[in-house]
């Protein structure tokens, strides 16, 4: 009886051992089957994705393109350069006569030089008023005959404004224009003909014409 108990305890250990390596086995298998699942999911996880790694598209920069209808698209014209007029010379101004009342500093009429110059065709005129002018004691140098004009106007030299005052006071003209006297003298004048004269008394056709000697 006690040798038939030996094999079978041998066999029953043997199952047992058996047992116990499928056991080990089998953890073994699902041990690494369940790393394998971990170290997929972690790939999975931190690979990056497609949208991740593209870079962002560049928009290009608009531009102009022709329209549907096959018009092209306006262009802005350019805007002109400024150009600076040119620099025109102001025409003098005439002197405007003083007030009947107004107390004018004439010099003495020995000191002043006044020549007058005839521009109608009324004969002697320059000539009469040049007498009536040295009767007042004006140095008159001798008349002359200028281009017709359209008026009588007195100029005068720089310094002399009052003075042309005073002899168109003095003549009763003082509603005649005064002027400065330009460079070449009015009239066809030359400043040889004017001479040493500060006062140019120029006759137009006029009441100074009609003037009696």
Not at 5 to 21: E, F, S, T, Y
Not at 80 to 97: D, F, K, L, R
């Amino acid at each position: 009886m006690e040798s038939n108990r030996a094999p079978n305890n041998q066999m029953a250990i043997k199952g047992v051992v058996l047992v116990l390596a499928l056991i080990a086995a089998g953890a073994f298998v699902l041990a690494r089957g369940l790393d394998d699942d971990e170290d997929s999911t972690a790939v999975t996880t931190t690979q990056p994705t497609a949208e991740a790694t593209m870079a962002p598209e560049e928009i290009p920069d608009p531009v102009d393109t022709p329209a549907d209808d096959g018009s092209t698209a306006a262009t802005p014209a350019p805007v002109p350069e400024e150009t600076e007029a040119p620099a025109t010379e102001p025409a003098p101004e005439v002197t405007q006569p003083p007030a009947p009342d107004e107390e004018l500093e004439c010099r003495d009429p020995s000191t002043i030089g006044v020549l007058v110059a005839n521009g109608t065709d009324v004969t002697g005129a320059a000539g009469r008023l040049s007498g009536e002018l040295n009767a007042a004691n004006y140095v008159t140098l001798p008349p002359h005959n200028a281009s017709p004009q359209t008026g009588s106007a007195f100029y005068y030299r720089a310094g002399y404004e009052v003075d042309a005052q005073c002899i168109a006071r003095l003549l009763g003209e003082s509603e005649k224009p005064l002027w400065p006297m330009p460079d070449p003298p009015p009239g066809g004048l030359t400043l040889e003909s004017l001479g040493s004269a500060f006062i140019l008394i120029l006759i137009g056709p006029d009441s100074l014409a009609q003037r009696p000697g």
